[in-house]
């Protein structure tokens, strides 16, 4: 398995480009969206997602790892498997799919070819319960990684799944500059609360 691969493109088609790396060819299939950044000869970091079912072994890579973050969480929804996954993120950037989810924008998320209404609601609601707690603003984004980071270390102290949501539920994230500053907020706004 990998989590991620560095090295030169060879050559790049419309869905998936070949990288060297110390004379083997991978083939990492990307979203669309980034075919204009890639460039024939450059160095390139793609975050791989490892896609394996039965006979099938795909590499797919992003530029950033958030991608790869929303990309795994498209990919928990059912009905919702890994071609329509990463043509939403074809279509649009990690800020434009938050913003889509904080407005409940599901006309906007139907211009994904093959999504229809029904499914871009369920993309909505699943998604919507995963990033409750991400404002989104123009200039910068809470990372999901973050999210993920302050659950995890906030179980780790002891705290259960209900508190930390009733928690986040009532904190504004994007005042927190780092994961270091989030821990402490949320543990002064807990024991506040207790």
Same mark, same amino acid.
């Given at each position: 398995?990998?989590e /991620?691969?560095y090295?030169?493109?060879? /050559?790049?088609?419309m869905? /998936? @480009? ?16 980034e075919?204009?950044? =890639? ?10 997602? +490892? ?6 072994y795909? *590499? @797919?890579g ?8 929303i990309?795994?969480?498209l990919?928990? @929804? ?10 939403v993120l074809?279509?649009?950037?990690? +800020?434009?799919?938050?913003?889509? =989810?904080?407005k409940?924008?599901y ?8 999504l229809?209404?029904?499914k ?5 609601l699943?998604?919507k319960?995963k990033?409750?707690?991400?404002? /989104?603003?123009?200039e ?6 973050m999210l ?11 705290y259960?799944k209900?508190?930390i ?11 927190f500059s780092? *994961?270091e500053?989030?821990?402490?907020g @949320?543990?002064? +706004?807990?024991?506040i609360?207790?």
């Open positions: 398995m990998f /991620y691969l090295g030169t493109v060879e /050559y790049k088609k869905d /998936y @480009i070949a990288i060297d790396i110390n004379g083997v060819g991978y083939k990492i299939y990307f979203p669309l969206r075919y204009e950044k =890639i460039e024939v000869g450059n160095k390139y970091k793609f975050y791989i997602y +490892n896609y394996i079912k039965e006979d099938n795909k *590499l @797919i992003f530029l950033e790892e958030k991608d790869r973050k990309y795994e969480q990919l928990k @929804i059912d009905g919702i498997g890994p071609s329509l996954s990463l043509a074809s279509n649009f950037s990690y +800020n434009k799919i938050i913003e889509i =989810i904080s409940n924008d006309t906007t998320l139907r211009q994904v070819p093959k229809g209404e029904k871009a609601q369920i993309i909505i699943n998604l319960s990033l409750k707690n991400l404002t /989104y603003t123009e910068e984004t809470i990372s999901m990684d993920e980071d302050l659950v995890l270390a906030l179980e780790g102290l002891g259960s209900k508190e949501d009733k928690t986040l539920s009532k904190v504004d994230l994007s005042v780092s *994961l500053d989030a821990i402490k @949320i543990l002064k +706004n807990m024991r609360g207790e």
